[in-house]
């Protein structure tokens, strides 16, 4: 699905944030994320523990040595501080319909950012990203109906509605950009 040469993720800047690879020491600030009930309702449904965190930095890392592409580390460029994270994945859902052919978007950022427009900042400059280093840069992600924030966000940013399904029981509603709707302008570049 990606073109060749992506073992880890590359340094993107926007006019906010700094998009990195995660390190070992984001675990506090990354457990502190997942941690909290008000950041997780939509998505888990349950705080994770600090062993499910750290699996799931380690998953992070393992989709750019495997895959070429993953999630990044947002940090605000002004401060240096963690704001959340944003990337790209293949769960290999079992999900109908099957999310096979597309890359997965999501994003998290924790509940002090809220409401300044990071994360659009951040999905805009990995869908840039995409555009230009994913052989095909279909682009899906999965939502809850009840996740209104998430829902503007993927319309905001050139997502359609594709289909109402259910993940694990749960009803989702399935969004997808295909490559040949480019990610609205975005003032990244990558180092």
């Known amino acids: 699905m990606t073109r060749p040469g992506f073992s880890s993720p590359p340094e993107i800047l926007t006019a906010r944030l700094r998009l990195r690879a995660h390190r070992p020491d984001d675990l506090a600030a990354c457990h502190a994320l997942w941690g909290d009930i008000d950041v997780v309702r939509h998505i888990t449904g349950k705080p994770a523990t600090r062993e499910e965190t750290w699996g799931r930095l380690l998953r992070y890392a393992g989709h750019w040595h495997m895959l070429g592409f993953g999630y990044w580390a947002l940090e605000d460029r002004a401060t240096g501080a963690f704001v959340g994270e944003a990337g790209l994945a293949d769960y290999r859902r079992d999900i109908v ?29 990995i869908l840039a990203w995409g555009d230009a280093n994913l052989a095909r840069p279909c682009v899906a ?48 570049s990558s180092t």
């Open 97 to 125: 319909p099957s999310l096979s052919d597309h890359a997965e978007i999501g994003w998290l950022v924790s509940p002090q950012w809220h409401g300044r427009g990071l994360a659009s900042e951040a999905v805009r400059a």
């Open 141 to 188: 992600c999965l939502i809850s109906p009840d996740n209104r924030p998430s829902l503007r966000l993927a319309e905001r940013v050139g997502f359609r509605m594709w289909m109402h399904t259910s993940y694990r029981g749960d009803p989702v509603v399935l969004y997808r950009r295909d490559g040949d709707a480019p990610a609205a302008a975005t003032e990244a």
